[in-house]
């Protein structure tokens, strides 16, 4: 009984001490963009900042560095590997697992630790879930996301989660450029099959504009992909199943207009509330629901640029909408979460000790 009191005090100390890890799984992309390592590589670095112990946790001890497209700074960030000895979790610590991963969320499920799901994409939510299976079967009722909207479609799948929200933010390296818009579209497509078809189909129906360039923006380095996007005259994104959309975000603050396919499930940022609390599209873009209609409406788009005859509303809701994404913001909201967090965990363990305590008596 001493032995396991002391042990408990001693994780109440770690936790009040900061003197604990929390572990973000995260998969090689090796080397390639992806906005979601990025947010993910944003949290470890603000918790660090905030004097916790982050790590990113990799499962092979070959990660690709995050160097050629993130930025030295986050590649220097604190790394472990689940192969390395160093990797010894208890109770005070914390692994913080994507979605996707329900075979770690398994392989876990004995650890003394506190184990956290991470969802940015709903879609990934059910993609390698056992039939019938909930999380809280891995013992996992915590829960962090990105968005209000992905809140209220966790809770409807797993009632009882208690879910937080981190929105993402966008660099301040997103920005217009020094000089003219260049005639260059660029595009974002989950399908490169589809961004191809768009500028087949433009070409075909608008000779006229041979001379505008389209840019596919892939597996580019994050500050050149800025850098391409303030270029930009105009942005296309098709991404039907994205559960929130940087990409038109990241433009709309290099002040680029996005022409973009409505998603299935509805980004914030892409409706505002009537004064009857109605919902409409926001006038942040230009917002369709079928991609067939996307090569018209760049060329009508065209016309406008080239007669200089912007609406000034695009440019003010673009701004309005880019404000609530700021790194500032994010991470006082970081804080904030995890501060909650750590007090949650020390709540629950502090009741154990109460539990023991009375079955002593």
């Given at each position: 009984m001493e032995d396991k009191e002391k042990g408990i005090l001693e994780t109440l100390q770690k936790l009040n001490d900061k003197n604990f890890g929390i572990y973000f799984f995260t998969i090689d992309t090796k080397g390639n963009a992806t906005a979601g390592i990025a947010t993910i590589y944003e949290h470890v670095k603000v918790l660090n900042q905030l004097g916790y112990k982050a790590y990113i946790l990799h499962e092979k001890k070959d990660y690709t560095s995050v160097a050629g497209w993130l930025g030295e700074e986050y590649a220097k960030l604190p790394h472990v590997s689940i192969e390395s000895q160093d990797l010894k979790v208890s109770a005070s610590d914390f692994i913080v697992i994507p979605e996707v991963f329900t075979n770690v969320m398994e392989q876990t499920k004995n650890f003394p630790c506190?184990?956290?799901?991470?969802?940015?994409?709903?879609?990934?939510?059910?993609?390698?879930?056992?039939?019938?299976?909930?999380?809280?079967?891995?013992?996992?009722?915590?829960?962090?996301?990105?968005?209000?909207?992905?809140?209220?479609?966790?809770?409807?799948?797993?009632?009882?989660?208690?879910?937080?929200?981190?929105?993402?933010?966008?660099?301040?390296?997103?920005?217009?450029?020094?000089?003219?818009?260049?005639?260059?579209?660029?595009?974002?497509?989950?399908?490169?099959?589809?961004?191809?078809?768009?500028?087949?189909?433009?070409?075909?129906?608008?000779?006229?504009?041979?001379?505008?360039?389209?840019?596919?923006?892939?597996?580019?380095?994050?500050?050149?992909?800025?850098?391409?996007?303030?270029?930009?005259?105009?942005?296309?994104?098709?991404?039907?199943?994205?559960?929130?959309?940087?990409?038109?975000?990241?433009?709309?603050?290099?002040?680029?207009?996005?022409?973009?396919?409505?998603?299935?499930?509805?980004?914030?940022?892409?409706?505002?509330?009537?004064?009857?609390?109605?919902?409409?599209?926001?006038?942040?873009?230009?917002?369709?629901?079928?991609?067939?209609?996307?090569?018209?409406?760049?060329?009508?788009?065209?016309?406008?640029?080239?007669?200089?005859?912007?609406?000034?509303?695009?440019?003010?809701?673009?701004?309005?909408?880019?404000?609530?994404?700021?790194?500032e913001s994010q991470a006082t909201k970081i804080a904030e979460v995890y501060g909650k967090l750590v007090n949650n965990r020390k709540e629950e363990i502090t009741a154990l000790m109460n539990k023991l305590h009375a079955t002593a008596q």
């Open positions: 506190k184990r956290i799901v991470f969802s940015q994409s709903y879609d990934y939510i059910l993609e390698l879930l056992m039939l019938g299976a909930k999380w809280s079967d891995y013992g996992i009722t915590d829960v962090i996301t990105t968005t209000d909207k992905q809140k209220d479609y966790i809770s409807s799948l797993f009632p009882g989660s208690r879910i937080d929200v981190v929105p993402v933010s966008i660099p301040k390296f997103f920005k217009p450029d020094s000089k003219p818009k260049k005639p260059i579209v660029t595009l974002h497509t989950r399908d490169q099959k589809e961004a191809l078809k768009i500028v087949k189909a433009f070409y075909l129906k608008y000779p006229i504009y041979k001379w505008i360039t389209f840019r596919e923006l892939r597996g580019i380095p994050r500050e050149q992909f800025a850098k391409f996007l303030g270029e930009a005259c105009l942005s296309v994104w098709v991404d039907p199943i994205s559960s929130f959309g940087t990409f038109p975000l990241e433009s709309m603050e290099c002040q680029t207009p996005v022409i973009g396919l409505i998603p299935d499930m509805i980004p914030e940022w892409m409706e505002e509330s009537t004064e009857n609390g109605d919902k409409v599209f926001s006038k942040n873009g230009v917002w369709v629901n079928s991609t067939l209609q996307i090569p018209d409406l760049i060329a009508t788009y065209l016309q406008v640029w080239l007669e200089d005859n912007l609406p000034a509303d695009l440019t003010d809701a673009m701004k309005n909408t880019t404000n609530k994404y700021t790194e």
